[in-house]
């Protein structure tokens, strides 16, 4: 099992109730070693966000992150298609800026 410190658990808890909240109509789906967060649990393409732990932070990652507008650049990744932001702790939480981009994130074709 991957057992993450206390601090760590304590975020991921906080991120994934924040969108369960944000989005009540999402699913989520234990996948990849995190949590992801569907608008269509049958379809990958209805996955919008995911909450992954590491080691030392915790990555909010966008699927279609790419097409996100990111306006303050705290969107990481160079691949063709994720973007995701990393959280050591919840001080380092814009809890309005995650919003804008998950909102941005569930109304993508």
Do not use: W
């Given at each position: 099992?991957n057992e993450?410190?206390?601090?760590l658990?304590?975020?991921?808890?906080?991120l994934?109730?924040?969108?369960?909240e944000?989005?009540?109509?999402?699913?989520?789906?234990q996948?990849?070693?995190?949590?992801?967060?569907?608008?269509?649990?049958?379809?990958?393409e209805?996955?919008?966000?995911?909450?992954?732990?590491?080691?030392k932070h915790?990555?909010?990652?966008?699927g279609?992150g790419?097409l996100l507008?990111?306006?303050?650049?705290?969107?990481l990744?160079?691949?063709?298609y994720?973007?995701?932001?990393?959280f050591?702790?919840?001080a380092?939480?814009?809890f309005?800026?995650?919003?804008?981009l998950?909102?941005?994130?569930v109304?993508l074709?």
């Amino acid at each position: 099992m991957n057992e993450q410190p206390l601090p760590l658990a304590i975020l991921v808890n906080e991120l994934e109730v924040f969108l369960k909240e944000l989005i009540p109509e999402a699913t989520t789906v234990q996948k990849y070693g995190g949590t992801l967060f569907t608008l269509k649990p049958e379809e990958k393409e209805g996955q919008f966000c995911g909450v992954f732990a590491s080691s030392k932070h915790v990555k909010v990652s966008f699927g279609k992150g790419y097409l996100l507008e990111d306006p303050q650049g705290k969107l990481l990744g160079k691949g063709k298609y994720r973007r995701h932001i990393n959280f050591a702790s919840t001080a380092d939480v814009d809890f309005d800026y995650l919003e804008t981009l998950v909102r941005q994130a569930v109304n993508l074709p």
